[in-house]
């Protein structure tokens, strides 16, 4: 055999050991367990749980933080809370941590639990209640010592609503991450996503929006430029209410409701129903502004428009029924003159008959005195007869004088019968002046009132476009 073939031979038998070495080698290191003894971060190992991890204390540790929003649970405008649910993720450079995966079947990435290695404290200003999901057990880490925590949170956070043109608002709130007890010499944070990129990746993964709109999100990085202070990332969150709910459940009934009230003037004024009818209509219309004083938060700096045009509504038909009112109050002065009036007639048409009673009783009974006289002496002297043709002579004048009398007697009569009936018409429009006064009065009121209506709802509807 030549030399050639010899060394072949002990070539190839290299290569197969080499490569039942290396097999076995694999098998023996194919584990994560391998993995973690080899970087010593076994169960009872608390070599890098306890302090930063880095080898010079000079040099900070960069945090990169990514937030996706994944829904807007609620947005409760009376306690100014905002309740999001959020997906976080943080990145780290742990400097303990490498191994060469060719060594461990190319395995490049362990999880193993939280507790095992040091996390930042980073924490959310805005916060006010205790995470309601529970958190992440497991980080990750890869070859090369970048360590990555991912967790889904529900955030209970303040928020500051500006509500002046609610339902047609749109509110920004704020999540805002820092550290809480290292500097910026120790961590400093930066975020892994710009504004465009955040919005587009939370629109992806949106789950619900409760009864808002998702515009966008904003990343806003403040660096701290003294070593002492800290620096903070801030998500804020743009979003806008729909207004359709709002719209059909409150400011068109209030709409309706003023209608019914300007309805309310074709009823007529001499009953109660009119009045009736306006204080339900404005009893109503205080129902809606009780509700509305439940959603609405009470230390807003500006009055709401919607407060505004609930206040203006209820005005506007307190006005309509103070004229209502008063209009019934002209009425009633109107009716009691003339229940007075017919109080008084019957008692004068009764003196009046009596007088002229006894007039004639006292005419008829001078009349039976002068023929009693005549007859009762007819049988007397010529003297006497001539005294009586005398005495019949002048109770002839006198019967004429008599019915002289009666017939200015009856004249008189005429007048005053004339006088009284000049005197009921001039009572009759006298007692219709108050009426008169009422239709002019609700009749002005009407023009003023649909005027100043129109003018209000374009004034706060020109509010509303322009906020």
């Not at 055999?1 to 290299?14: C, D, E, P, Q, Y």
Request: hydrophobic share 40%; glycine share 2%.
């Amino acid at each position: 055999m030549s030399r050639t073939g010899v060394a072949v031979r002990m070539l190839a038998g290299f290569l197969f050991l080499l490569f039942l070495t290396d097999g076995m080698y694999s098998e023996d290191n194919c584990s994560y367990q391998d993995v973690l003894t080899y970087l010593n971060l076994t169960k009872n190992s608390e070599q890098y749980t306890m302090t930063r991890p880095v080898k010079n204390y000079k040099r900070p540790t960069r945090v990169y933080l990514e937030v996706l929003l994944y829904a807007i649970l609620d947005v409760v405008e009376k306690d100014q809370k905002f309740i999001p649910y959020v997906w976080t993720v943080m990145r780290w450079h742990n400097e303990y941590i490498s191994w060469d995966p060719n060594q461990f079947c190319g395995i490049d990435n362990v999880s193993l639990p939280t507790e095992t290695l040091w996390k930042p404290d980073i924490t959310i200003e805005e916060m006010t209640e205790k995470d309601k999901a529970p958190p992440s057990p497991y980080l990750t880490i890869n070859d090369k010592g970048d360590v990555e925590v991912q967790n889904d949170q529900v955030l209970v956070s303040t928020c500051r609503m500006h509500i002046y043109n609610f339902p047609f608002d749109i509110q920004s709130c704020n999540l805002s991450f820092k550290s809480i007890i290292h500097t910026a010499k120790d961590i400093r944070l930066q975020p892994s996503d710009n504004s465009s990129e955040a919005t587009e990746w939370s629109r992806e993964v949106m789950r619900t929006q409760y009864e808002w709109l998702f515009i966008n999100m904003t990343v806003t990085s403040y660096n701290a430029s003294d070593l002492f202070d800290q620096d903070i990332i801030v998500y804020t969150i743009n979003m806008k209410r729909r207004s359709t709910l709002y719209i059909v459940n409150f400011i068109l009934p209030v709409l309706f409701f003023l209608c019914l009230d300007l309805a309310s003037f074709l009823i007529s004024d001499s009953g109660g129903e009119k009045l009736s009818f306006k204080v339900t209509v404005l009893l109503a219309v205080t129902v809606l502004q009780l509700i509305l004083n439940e959603i609405l938060p009470s230390s807003s700096n500006r009055i709401p428009l919607i407060a505004v045009y609930c206040i203006g509504m209820f005005a506007l038909m307190l006005l309509s029924l103070v004229e209502t009112i008063f209009v019934m109050y002209l009425l009633e002065k109107d009716s009691a003159s003339q229940d007075n009036e017919t109080d008084r007639s019957p008692s004068e048409d009764f003196n009046k008959q009596g007088n002229a009673d006894f007039l004639k009783c006292h005419g008829d009974l001078h009349k039976q005195t002068q023929c009693a006289c005549i007859y009762g002496e007819a049988g007397g002297t010529p003297s006497d007869l001539l005294s009586v043709a005398k005495e019949q002579n002048s109770n002839k004048l006198m019967e004429e004088h008599h019915t002289l009398e009666k017939v200015s007697d009856e004249l008189k009569e005429v007048e005053k019968t004339l006088t009284l009936l000049l005197s009921s018409r001039k009572e009759e429009s006298r007692s219709c002046h108050w009426t008169r006064v009422a239709k002019r009065v609700n009749r002005v009121f009407f023009i003023f009132y649909v005027t100043v209506v129109s003018v209000f709802l374009i004034f706060i509807f020109i509010k509303w476009s322009n906020a």
